[in-house]
């Protein structure tokens, strides 16, 4: 069971002003275990993404901006966590957002960690606690992500969750080998500006059936949280280690997310869907030759009425034939700087264009360097 559950944040966004997101599309090093998921070159990892930090805390230029700052599925290395959150809380600015896919842990782990903060996850505590009740599952791998807020007084909260639909890598005959069903995920609401957003792993966003799945538990909360209170579901972010980012499962959401006859309505009909992929360098159990990662891409709808596009680094489209604008990255290691729509609704009396690229950076051995025109910028 999906069970969403509310979570009020004191993030002081700025209001009348549209609001800054960096997608980090980096690869993620995992192996093939016993057809679980394992870690691998840890330090490697953890070295990349704290370079990354550093780009973010020094907040050259409009990055001092950066309100959420995304990594994809299984990249963070759980041994660095602590490491990680001390210094997004020494480091980064106030009303920063940071989304972390962490590597597979037992579940007797993943409590232990969420026992850590017990006011943020009282809720997760719970279901995990009531699972190991009723069965020996104390060593059975988890994937899962947390969600690290740098409140407005400088106060960092933590949220964790654990991934609710494995994919085939993560299933095995032996239950005790099977992946940890997540239950509770988080909603969260930014105060004092409103401002709404969720996040997901991966196959957690596509339909598991025609009756009851995920994303229409999502909707139907988002519809509710409208007809309640007049606010809405603004951001859904998709963390992912996916080599089918473009499968027709995920096109279908998508098409039934947006789609004006289906569920286009007042909840979600202006979410803006940021889907954060691993990078084609990805090592991610065993490889095939049409296994594409990469492709990361934002999703708003047609109403925002952008013209198509087409550049060496992204290209925007329509999803071949959706109600929806997408802008859609390549599959290179890198970092997409953007900003999230706040006009939800074309203007008739300006040109203004909702969805702006602000920067696109490379790795070089000196750090992370933005692209203009094709090169790097030294």
């Known amino acids: 069971m999906f069970e969403i559950v509310e979570k009020k944040i004191l993030v002081d966004l700025p209001l009348g002003h549209h609001l800054h997101c960096m997608v980090c599309q980096i690869p993620s090093y995992l192996g093939l275990t016993d057809n679980s998921c394992d870690k691998c070159d840890s330090k490697h990892k953890w070295q990349q993404i704290k370079s990354i930090f550093h780009l973010i805390a020094a907040g050259e230029g409009n990055l001092k901006k950066c309100h959420f700052l ?106 005790q080998q099977d992946l940890y069903r997540g239950k509770v995920f988080p909603l969260f609401h930014c105060q004092p500006h409103c401002f709404n957003f969720m996040s997901l792993i991966c196959l957690d966003y596509v339909y598991r059936d025609l009756y009851q799945s995920n994303i229409t538990t999502i909707i139907d909360t988002a519809n509710q949280l409208f007809f309640n209170s007049r606010q809405r579901l603004d951001l859904l972010l998709v963390m992912e280690c996916n080599p089918k980012p473009e499968h027709q499962a995920f096109r279908d959401v998508v098409n039934g997310f947006y789609g004006e006859y289906l569920s286009y309505t007042p909840g979600v009909r202006d979410t803006i869907t940021v889907f954060c992929n691993s990078s084609e360098e990805t090592c991610c159990c065993e490889q095939k030759e049409d296994f594409s990662f990469g492709h990361s891409s934002v999703i708003i709808h047609k109403s925002h009425k952008m013209m198509p596009k087409k550049d060496p680094e992204y290209q925007a ?27 939800h609704e074309l203007d008739p009396r300006t040109t203004r264009t909702p969805l702006k690229l602000h920067g696109i950076f490379q790795q070089t051995p000196n750090g992370w360097q933005r692209i203009e025109n094709g090169k790097s910028v030294h």
Do not use: C
């Not at 599925?73 to 962490?102: C, K, R, S, V, W």
């Not at 999803?319 to 006009?343: C, K, Q």
């Open 70 to 175: 995304a990594f994809p599925e299984l990249t963070m290395p759980a041994e660095y966590i602590a490491e990680a959150l001390d210094f997004i809380h020494q480091n980064f600015l106030p009303n920063t957002i940071t989304i972390l896919g962490l590597d597979h842990i037992p579940l007797s782990e993943y409590l232990a960690f969420l026992q850590q903060y017990p006011t943020d996850n009282a809720e997760v505590i719970e279901s995990v606690l009531r699972d190991l009740d009723a069965g020996d599952i104390e060593e059975i791998p988890t994937n899962w992500g947390i969600t690290a807020v740098k409140e407005h007084d400088g106060r960092l909260r933590v949220f964790a969750q654990a991934k609710s639909h494995p994919f085939v890598g993560e299933e095995h005959l032996d239950s």
């Open 317 to 343: 489209d329509d999803f071949d034939g959706l109600p929806v604008f997408r802008l859609r990255f390549g599959t290179d290691t890198r970092l997409y700087y953007f900003n999230l729509p706040m006009f």
